[in-house]
């Protein structure tokens, strides 16, 4: 595993609740970069699961991310086993929430989301792989659904249902701990 923290300050700081978004195997560099930016917001450390569809240092991955990546806390696993060892490392114990249109209990119920919860998303194309699905499968673990009308739409854009994940976990643990709003938002590149 390979770590790059967020500048000036340590990832454990900067956890919210110890809630971690987990990309396995993602395909599109602009929407890691759009879930970063999801993750610098909120404080929340990223993870990345190769094999992954692009570069780390991919154009497209930085320019979705903007100016926010120093503010990222960015795990990267080698493999899906090596993900789960670190899990499995951690202190206390550690829930799976993976998000799936085939999950089986809906993103919102209540008492879901717990300290120490990982949020799994799988790739564009193919959601996540068959070992991820089912571990998260298991009792001690949840596999959520996003709900929508499937007469119209086949699936959420992966930036959009981790953006729905997150905050519904934060909004279920109390919250993020955010600074007063102080004057205007930092500028950005046009």
């Known amino acids: 595993m390979v770590m790059l923290c967020c500048k000036g300050l340590e990832c454990h700081r900067r956890r919210q609740q110890d809630l971690h978004v987990v990309l396995v195997h993602p395909q599109i560099p602009q929407n890691a970069g759009s879930i970063a930016r999801t993750c610098a917001a909120t404080g929340v450390p990223l993870h990345l699961v190769k094999p992954l569809g692009f570069e780390i240092s991919s154009r497209l991955l930085k320019r979705a991310g903007l100016d926010y990546w120093p503010y990222v806390c960015v795990a990267i696993h080698e493999s899906w086993q090596d993900f789960v060892r670190h899990v499995e490392s951690q202190p206390g114990k550690q829930k799976l929430i993976g998000f799936s249109k085939r999950g089986s209990i809906h993103h919102a119920t209540p008492g879901l989301y717990q300290s120490s919860s990982w949020l799994l998303y799988g790739a564009e194309t193919d959601g996540l792989p ?17 709900p929508i009308l499937e007469t119209y739409v086949r699936s959420l854009n992966l930036a959009v249902s981790t953006g729905i994940g997150v905050y519904e976990a934060l909004r279920q643990l109390d919250g993020p701990v955010l600074p007063p709003i102080s004057g205007q938002a930092p500028a950005t590149q046009q």
């Open 130 to 146: 068959p070992e991820a699905f089912e571990m998260c499968d298991q009792p001690s673990h949840a596999m959520a659904r996003i």
